[in-house]
């Protein structure tokens, strides 16, 4: 390497040498390049409600334009409150247990810089969310993987397996991270398994940090559970929701944490020190959008229902084998069938030779070997996004 290199890389931390960017969002980039139907980055592409896009305008032209508390403005907090108890019948302090970030993704990262100490380990389940693997290591903590399992027929369960969880905590495990709903196999952790993992967390001292933001998109009668609800659970638990998903604003970034005064405490130092605050006029519009009625979540999980079911059939008419997923918008597919080397070819060929864009199923692993016959789509979209996607994997038969 020349000289003048090597000392450009010394400018470079260690600490962003043990990951790559996301994977996720190049492929959105690649979707815009080739122009491809996008079904990888979950984000809608339908508008979000009109009371919540006005309650915004709103706010800019009543000039709510200067920083918020840090913490997050006290309409939003308070109508946070009020949903957790309307939601989850759990009883929150919103001047003492809210700390408001810019999304969701900033309250995973402050909290963990907030709790962790180098040394500690994390816990994670896999196929995880990409972000949770930086996350934890830019926190300084190892992250310890455990694996769901697909199902092994249609229409079954994503599981975990109680002995290898038990042997992923010890006396260095300092916090365990959940998605329920989960992304990417759409899984909906039952209350069964949310005590199995209460009763670990007990056992060792362990936090648990559970990011619910697909809370209101669930299918088939699943019953989403906060694990802060459990006995043993409310000191014990951050709980981590947002408006992106709920409210279709991914680019509003305002997401939440909530937990005891305690930590909400540390959460909020990391936070103000990192960001200061979240927008101020969407966190105004925020609190309109927490006070719309219980019929529009049930519109909202309706109309992701029809269109897992459109994009079921999609794929499966394209000859990829469907894990239905019970919550988020995501479907998990097994590539197999096709004979590609791999996910990273699979998505590639599908996006520059077919014009569809998918995830890689290897980015939700710690050793892509685990995702290489795995690929994951979105149903956050419109219906005629979803024809044009029909019309395009069409070609993939041949
Ligand atoms: C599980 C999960 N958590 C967090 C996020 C990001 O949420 P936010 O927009 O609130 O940062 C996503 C986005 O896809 C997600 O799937």
Request: proline share 5%; charged share 25%; net charge negative.
């Amino acid at each position: 390497m020349p000289e003048a290199d090597l000392q450009v890389k010394n400018f470079v931390s260690g600490r962003v040498e043990n990951f790559t960017e996301s994977v996720i969002r190049e492929m959105t980039r690649l979707a815009l390049l080739h122009g491809a139907v996008n079904l990888s980055q979950g984000f809608p592409d339908f508008p979000a409600p009109e009371l919540i896009k006005r309650a915004a305008q709103d706010a800019v032209a009543k000039d709510v334009n200067q920083y918020a508390i840090t913490w997050g403005a006290k309409n939003l907090r308070d109508a946070i409150a009020r949903q957790m108890q309307q939601w989850q019948g759990i009883t929150v302090d919103p001047e003492r247990e809210v700390t408001v970030c810019c999304g969701s993704t900033e309250v995973m990262i402050s909290t963990l810089l907030a709790v962790c100490n180098p040394g500690d380990e994390v816990v994670i389940f896999e196929p995880f969310y990409e972000n949770y693997g930086p996350d934890s290591r830019l926190s300084g903590a190892k992250p310890r993987f455990v694996k769901l399992r697909p199902p092994a027929a249609p229409g079954g369960e994503w599981t975990f397996d109680e002995k290898e969880l038990r042997a992923a905590f010890d006396c260095h495990t300092k916090a365990v991270i959940l998605n329920t709903p989960n992304n990417p196999t759409g899984k909906v952790f039952t209350r069964q398994e949310l005590e199995l993992i209460r009763d670990l967390c007990v056992e060792f001292n362990v936090l648990a940090i559970t990011d619910e933001i697909y809370e209101h998109i669930l299918y088939d009668g699943a019953r989403h559970i906060s694990i802060a609800s459990l006995d043993g659970m409310r000191e014990r638990t951050v709980t981590i929701n947002g408006l992106s998903k709920t409210y279709s604003v991914t680019g509003w970034r305002v997401g939440w944490a909530v937990a005891v005064p305690e930590i909400t405490n540390a959460i909020r130092k990391v936070h103000d020190f990192l960001t200061v605050g979240a927008p101020a006029p969407l966190q105004d519009a925020g609190a309109a959008a927490l006070a719309l009625p219980s019929s529009y979540y049930l519109q909202l999980a309706e109309g992701y229902r029809l269109r897992r079911d459109r994009l079921m059939s999609v794929l499966t008419d394209a000859g990829l084998r469907c894990f239905q997923p019970r919550g988020a918008y995501y479907i998990m597919t097994d590539i197999s069938g096709f004979g590609f080397a791999d996910d990273v070819v699979f998505t590639q060929y599908l996006v520059k030779e077919i014009g569809v864009a998918a995830v890689p199923g290897s980015s939700f692993y710690h050793d892509p070997r685990s995702g290489a016959q795995q690929v994951r789509f979105t149903f956050c979209k419109r219906d005629e996004t979803l024809d044009e996607a029909a019309r395009r994997l069409r070609k993939l038969q041949g």
